[in-house]
């Protein structure tokens, strides 16, 4: 059997019908190009999430007031109110305390900040200046929170850049003006360099305020939102985990780690959790997108059976001056095979256009997954084989002397 001249005769046959060739290799088109995108746009997101991450600092423990039940749902146990400003000074003076580097005590509350005639909904961080090492801050102009601002209840923020646009505009030098916040006025004294995101991880969009001027004069409270524990490397983040675990639980006197009123965290549960969400939600669109396939090779199937009855007649002929069934079979599946690996490499290309174009439209990294390209093309061929199968099956099974008196 000359392979080379069934591929030419393939070739030749598919051309003859350019608009029917056409709408069968669309559909492989479609569902590859849609999984090749999807899987990027998956992939992408995990990776910007995770740099999102990966940029409020290294080697981090998050503790969180209320506990986290096996559901994964923080729970009311002492509601918000169970850590304090002493927690975080036991923590970082503590003697049983060896692993940790630095503790930020932290306090957060979205809320309406207004200047001139402009508003916007941010978030407010009460923070002291250790926040900026351990969160990897850095400053476009002007300064950060200082001790004395902490010390002295000063009036004064620094904003993050998607806040100085909000408020004063793209561009704006908003250090010495002032912002209104829950009645009160703060001078701005500083502008944050820029990190990105979006939504709730934006961390562009936040306000940093002197710790002791949120809790005593913009918000009246006396508790933590969090305390975040820098770990002196990623190797004691476990131990460092314990040590802060098994001290909080004193303090609160508390003995069964069961009923903690509060719940730690270490980035690497944040990247895994992420991680698996973004899977599962990849996943379940590649799934969708799969289906495409699916109704590609179906079509595929359809137009090549519609073939088989066309060629009726030349079939009979063939096989009346000794065609062997399996070249008959031969030749309608190596037809099935050019319409899916047509469709399989037009698809590819597509799908990483495609990708591109929605990388560059979200300002994300273009992340195009080698496996997902390799599984287009064994998917593209293993339809051509499998919904060419019957087509070619059915054309070689047919009798000279019937297929010779078709009409």
Do not use: C
């Not at 001139?116 to 850095?138: F, K, L, S, W």
């Not at 500083?190 to 949120?214: A, C, E, H, R, W």
């Not at 009123?261 to 944040?270: E, G, H, P, T, V």
């Amino acid at each position: 059997m000359d392979y080379l001249e069934l591929f030419l005769e393939s070739i030749g046959t598919l051309t003859l019908n350019k608009t029917r060739t056409g709408l069968a290799i669309l559909g492989i088109v479609i569902g590859i190009g849609s999984v090749i995108a999807l899987v990027s746009l998956g992939q992408t997101s995990q990776q910007a999430i995770q740099s999102q991450i990966e940029s409020l600092g290294s080697n981090l423990l998050t503790v969180r007031p209320g506990s986290i039940n096996q559901s994964g749902v923080r729970g009311a146990a002492g509601g918000r109110t169970t850590l304090t400003l002493d927690d975080a000074k036991a923590i970082s003076s503590s003697p049983q305390i060896t692993t940790v580097n630095s503790v930020s005590p932290e306090s957060e509350q979205r809320t309406q900040v207004t200047t001139g005639g402009n508003n916007t909904n941010t978030e407010i961080m009460g923070v002291e200046p250790v926040y900026a090492q351990v969160h990897n801050v850095t400053m476009a102009s002007g300064n950060f929170i200082t001790q004395t601002d902490v010390d002295s209840m000063t009036k004064v923020a620094v904003l993050g850049p998607q806040v100085v646009t909000d408020l004063f505009g793209e561009g704006a030098n908003p250090i010495g003006q002032s912002i209104r916040v829950k009645g009160q006025t703060l001078t701005v004294i500083g502008v944050t360099t820029s990190k990105g995101g979006t939504g709730f991880m934006n961390q562009d969009d936040i306000i940093y305020v002197p710790l002791t001027t949120v809790q005593k004069q913009l918000f009246g409270t006396n508790y933590l939102s969090s305390i975040v524990v820098e770990a002196k490397s990623a190797e004691v983040m476990v131990d460092a985990q314990d040590e802060v675990g098994y001290l909080l639980l004193a303090r609160h006197n508390l003995k069964d780690p069961a009923s903690a009123d509060f719940s730690i965290m270490n980035q690497q549960d944040i990247l895994n959790t992420v991680s698996a969400t973004t899977g599962t939600f990849t996943a379940l669109l590649s799934g969708i997108a799969a289906i495409s396939l699916l109704v590609g090779g179906i079509g595929i199937m359809n137009i090549m059976l519609v073939t088989v009855t066309e060629r009726t007649r030349e079939i009979g002929l063939r096989k009346a001056l000794g065609a062997k069934k399996k070249v008959i079979t031969a030749q309608f599946l190596m037809e099935s095979i050019i319409l899916t690996f047509s469709g399989g490499i037009i698809g590819v290309i597509v799908g990483i256009i495609t990708s591109y174009i929605i990388s560059d439209l979200i300002n994300a990294a273009f992340v195009i997954s080698p496996s997902a390209i390799l599984l287009a093309f064994a998917v593209s061929a293993g339809i051509g084989i499998l919904f060419g199968w019957y087509p070619a099956n059915k054309a070689a099974n047919l009798q000279p002397i019937e297929a010779l008196r078709y009409e």
